[in-house]
């Protein structure tokens, strides 16, 4: 079972970037499927980006897509999330999750995931 903590949150100006690092604890990391999710307050959870395990499948939803690019390292058991032209609407706690036999869908599905970080807040502010 990995243990997953997200980092590289925090504040940044619209048109900014960030870039967000999902790091594992654990075997197998490179068997796993690795998910970013976000939840900013009074909204349902959206999936953002995935990448899957073996082909590195990726998947993107519409509102990053362009913008957010999602990429991994094996070697240091770690998923970066990388966001560029940042606006208000991304302000969120990002959270990372993974499982096995996921991101091979045209969309992030949260339910898939079993393993997830405590999460890392971004806000985008002047």
């Known amino acids: 079972q990995l243990q997953l903590v997200e980092s590289g949150g925090g504040l940044v100006q619209p048109g900014g970037s960030l870039r967000l690092s999902c790091t594992a604890s654990?075997?197998?990391?490179?068997?796993?499927?690795i998910g970013w999710f976000r939840q900013a307050p009074e909204k349902e959870r959206e999936g953002v980006s995935c990448?899957?395990?073996?082909?590195?499948?990726?998947v993107y939803a519409d509102s990053v897509k362009g913008r957010f690019t999602i990429s991994r390292d094996n070697a240091k058991n770690t998923v970066y999330l990388q966001m560029n032209s940042l606006n208000a609407e991304d302000t969120a706690v990002y959270y990372c999750?993974?499982?096995?036999?996921?991101?091979?869908?045209?969309?992030?599905?949260?339910?898939?995931?079993?393993?997830w970080g405590q999460g890392a807040q971004v806000t985008v502010s002047s």
């Open positions: 990448i899957s395990s073996s082909n590195g499948n990726t």
């Open positions: 999750a993974a499982d096995m036999g996921v991101c091979y869908e045209d969309y992030v599905i949260s339910s898939e995931y079993s393993t």
């Open positions: 654990g075997l197998g990391f490179e068997y796993y499927g």
